[in-house]
């Protein structure tokens, strides 16, 4: 595995060298970190998409770079094994070191093995359930787990995936999915002992920080049933481990379709109901964006609006990736691509700096 993690004179001495704007690195969770994020998510599972994301994470580090995000059921494993390989191509090549880059990835879901020979229920189950890794009883709608052995067991196999000692962030995926399965004590529960598995593996070293990545559960009110409290999360941290937990970023979608963490205001916070970035920016947590192009389809011709707002960017891809990255409160806005091309046309965004946030917010009005 290979030793290390980020840290800011590593992650510095990235953006120093970049070719990237100035303004699109940013200072969280102890590392500079580029606006733009390579996401994983997409793709068959196949070797050819292994290899177009193994290029990707290559020409990702020649734009400026350093923040990839993965999550261990995506493309049946696949996909944390591509990174592991490219990134790991790309130390032995002296081209970066470990120090300089960001590595995120999730777990709660039960993930199939595509390389495995099995049936991917046979897998799951004799590997997971039948093992009793994952309790049959704490296994929600049929497929996502947070039990302690279950995560404890899934950090190990993105560690071994990802080839790395130290994850640098590390998520508990969609936890809404739970929320919505269990009353409100039985989730907090569930989750209080889980930020104490992340807490342990923090001081062990096997990740620095933690957070969680959800889709639905931010941006909805908390009259929701899968809502999810910023605050709450932060008070359960702070009884795991005290001030000084490692409870430190959130993930969420965030595009010109989906802008509901800039505009909707669905979380509690010091006795105000604010919008999920506005929450997370003060509670102190990084906040990353995912599906910045709603899977490619905002990367076409965009209204004539968003053209005059963000005049910097030269295609329809980097309109919306521009949109997403400017948010006020916005950390890394992760976009998923696969193919060289691609690459090349939303990571020519990293040579101009983010737009102020105004104009972001001027679009709401």
């Known amino acids: 595995m290979i030793k290390g993690r980020s840290t800011l004179e590593g992650t510095s001495r990235f953006a120093a060298r970049s070719p990237a704007a100035a303004a699109h690195f940013r200072e969280a969770i102890g590392a500079k970190l580029s606006s733009i994020g390579l996401g994983t998510y997409l793709g068959d599972e196949d070797p050819a998409t292994d290899a177009g994301y193994e290029k990707c994470v290559a020409a990702a580090l020649e734009r400026g770079i350093n923040v990839f995000d993965s999550a261990i059921n995506y493309r049946g494993q696949r996909s944390e ?202 509670a102190g947590l990084a906040t990353f964006g995912s599906a910045s192009l709603l899977q490619g389809r905002l990367a076409g011709d965009l209204p004539e609006e968003i053209e005059q707002t963000f005049p910097e960017a030269s295609t329809g891809g980097q309109r919306a990736l521009q949109f997403s990255r400017s948010a006020p409160g916005m950390t890394v806005s992760l976009v998923g691509v696969s193919t060289p091309a691609h690459a090349a046309d939303n990571f020519a965004l990293s040579a101009v700096p983010p737009a102020p946030p105004e104009r972001v917010l001027g679009l709401f009005s």
């Open 81 to 282: 094994r591509a990174i592991g390989r490219a990134l790991a191509r790309a130390i032995d090549g002296g081209r970066v070191q470990r120090d300089e880059i960001f590595v995120s990835t999730k777990g709660g879901y039960l993930p199939h093995d595509s390389e495995d020979p099995r049936d991917p229920r046979r897998y799951i189950l004799e590997t997971f359930v039948e093992s009793g890794v994952a309790p049959k009883a704490e296994i929600a709608r049929g497929g996502h787990c947070l039990s302690p052995a279950y995560l404890e067991d899934q950090i190990e196999r993105s560690r071994a995936n990802l080839g790395l000692e130290t994850i640098d962030l590390y998520y508990l995926h969609n936890v809404e999915t739970q929320r919505g399965s269990v009353d409100a004590a039985a989730f907090r529960k569930r989750l209080a002992a889980a930020a104490k598995v992340l807490e342990a593996a923090a001081r062990r070293g096997r990740i620095a920080a933690w957070g969680l990545a959800t889709w639905d559960g931010l941006r909805v009110p908390p009259e929701h049933p899968e809502h999810v409290s910023i605050q709450e999360v932060v008070d359960i941290a702070k009884e795991a481990a005290g001030a000084g937990h490692h409870f430190s970023a959130v993930q969420l979608p965030f595009n010109l379709a989906m802008a509901q963490a800039v505009a909707y205001p669905s979380q509690d916070s010091g006795g105000q109901r604010l919008p999920a970035l506005a929450a997370a920016a003060r």
